[in-house]
């Protein structure tokens, strides 16, 4: 019998997003835990604010890699995968309602033994567009020509972007928190699924790079997955569940966030009515100017 997911597939669909597929699979990968320590040097000029925040409306451009250790366990037999990607995005925000346009002018994955190279399907450049829903203050995103999921390698490269945007308080100060959430179909192996993720926020400290004054802004994040498909004949139920942080240096005056560092985790299963499969995946992200 053939197993439920090719072991290659998975490994290049880690890289791709949060439940979206690049070869038509996908490993959800953007919930993050155990964020990098972050300095907090004690006053700059405003020891706990305020800062009046606005997103920036300039072009900003970005690397988002991640590297995941992903662990597959079919039946008794437990295989180790590793896949890096490695994404350079540049947007701008639009100044009246937040949402974003732009492009992501490379998306590359490489897995053990193997080149680095774009998934087949996905052509580089391609544009990127996204607007903020009403209810969940998380960016719903749009790929040209590709309405359906589970067909759009495009929009699977997109979900893996989140990380970099929020929208905090107009007001920011030490101690400040907030929270977001969205909930969005999206594919693995042709299966869709629902993602809904829940995002928490907490200005907790202040530093200085080069002068200015920089706010840690800590993210922890919880990502529940429920969904139910076909695969060689056979139903298939899906079920995950993830939980994590991510650690942000926001400058409060351009609002613009200079860079992020953290890592995620994630505990898949996929099963039928005569096996199961177990995915347990690790991923590291960073994310820096370009």
């Given amino acids: 019998m053939r197993p439920m997911l090719r072991s290659s597939a998975l490994a290049a669909a880690a890289s791709c997003s949060l439940l ?64 890096s990607s490695h994404a350079e995005v540049a947007f ?11 492009s992501v002018g ?83 192996d042709g299966i869709p699924l629902r993602a809904t993720i829940h995002r928490a926020y907490r200005i907790s400290g202040i530093s200085e790079r080069e002068g200015r004054a920089l706010l840690a802004v800590s993210r922890t994040s919880r990502t529940v997955i429920e969904g139910t498909g076909a695969q060689f004949s056979e139903a298939v139920a899906v079920s995950g569940t993830g939980s994590g942080q991510l650690v942000y240096d926001l400058d409060p005056t351009s609002g613009e966030i200079m860079s992020a560092n953290g890592t995620a985790t994630l505990d898949l299963s996929l099963r039928s009515r005569v096996r199961t499969q177990i995915v347990r995946q690790a991923v590291e992200i960073r994310i820096s100017r370009s």
């Fill in 92 to 102: 701008t925000v639009a100044p009246l309602t937040s949402g974003v346009t732009g």
């Fill in 106 to 188: 490379a998306f590359l994955v490489q897995s053990a033994g193997r080149a680095a190279a774009t998934p087949v399907g996905l052509v580089t450049p391609f544009p990127l567009r996204a607007e903020y829903s009403v209810r969940g203050l998380q960016l719903d995103f749009t790929a040209p020509h590709d309405a359906v999921p589970c067909a759009s390698t495009a929009l699977a490269v997109a979900q893996s972007l989140r990380d970099l945007w929020f929208r905090p308080p107009d007001t920011l100060r030490v101690g400040t928190t907030w929270e977001d959430s969205s909930s969005y179909v999206v594919c693995r």
């Fill in 20 to 83: 979206a597929a690049c070869h038509g699979g996908t490993v959800p990968n953007q919930v993050l835990t155990k964020p990098a320590a972050v300095s907090a040097p004690t006053p700059i000029t405003r020891a706990n604010g305020p800062w009046s925040y606005r997103p920036s409306t300039q072009r900003q451009s970005f690397i988002v890699d991640q590297r995941a250790v992903i662990a597959i366990r079919l039946d008794t037999a437990t295989r180790i995968d590793t896949v």
